[in-house]
């Protein structure tokens, strides 16, 4: 069963910023829209950011103008560049794949392969 690689988690202070990627291992990537979706500890999984084959892209609002998502098809990688961390974002990280290329889904169960996850951690 395929499953993606995150890395690029950790502690960082407010207003910093911190760089996730993600691997993709297999064929499949340049087919594959992209998404990041986050996790606090009792919470449900929230979106944050979506890409889709031909970079097309989509942010929840709370995340807008300071995260960044991108793909690097040539190293089946996609990128969360995250700026102006607030403690709010404080929460452990999932990249995930949806196999129709071309849609932005904000909703979990578009998306059937996971990460482990990556912990991003904000202090004040």
């Known amino acids: 069963q395929v499953q993606l690689v995150e890395s690029g988690g950790g502690l960082v202070q407010t207003g910093g910023s911190l760089r996730l990627s993600c691997g993709v291992p297999?064929?499949?990537?340049?087919?594959?829209?992209m998404g990041w979706f986050r996790q606090a500890p009792g919470k449900e999984r929230d979106f944050v950011a979506a890409?889709?084959?031909?970079?097309?892209?989509r942010y929840r609002g709370t995340v807008q103008g300071r995260f960044t998502i991108s793909r690097d098809n040539a190293k089946n990688t996609v990128y969360l560049q995250m700026g102006s961390l607030k403690t709010e974002d404080t929460a452990n990280y999932y990249c995930a794949g949806n196999p129709r290329g071309m849609e932005l889904s904000p909703l979990v169960s578009s998306y059937n392969i996971w990460g482990q996850g990556t912990q991003v951690t904000v202090s004040s």
């Open positions: 890409i889709t084959t031909n970079n097309v892209t």
């Open positions: 297999g064929g499949t990537f340049r087919t594959t829209a």
